[in-house]
């Protein structure tokens, strides 16, 4: 489950038209934006990021 963008409720990944608020559930509205959450994700993925790449470091492969 994800955060829709438009109204911060959940939503199944991949929702295109969130079925609480009728809104694109993929493009960040501003209340996802004002609220932090667009920060709290691109967070989120750095840390991903960050960890895919110390497991392909470890297990000796290219970048």
């Known amino acids: 489950m ?29 209340r996802y934006r004002d609220g932090g959450y667009l920060a709290v994700e691109t967070m989120q993925r750095i840390d991903r990021l960050r960890s895919a790449a110390a497991d392909r470091a470890s297990r000796g492969e290219d970048e």
Not at 9 to 25: I, L, N, Q
Request: glycine residues 14%; contains cysteine; proline residues 3%.
């Open 2 to 30: 994800v955060l829709c963008r438009q109204c911060v409720r959940y939503v199944f990944e991949g929702t295109v038209v969130c079925p609480h608020c009728g809104g694109d559930a993929r493009e960040t509205g501003e």
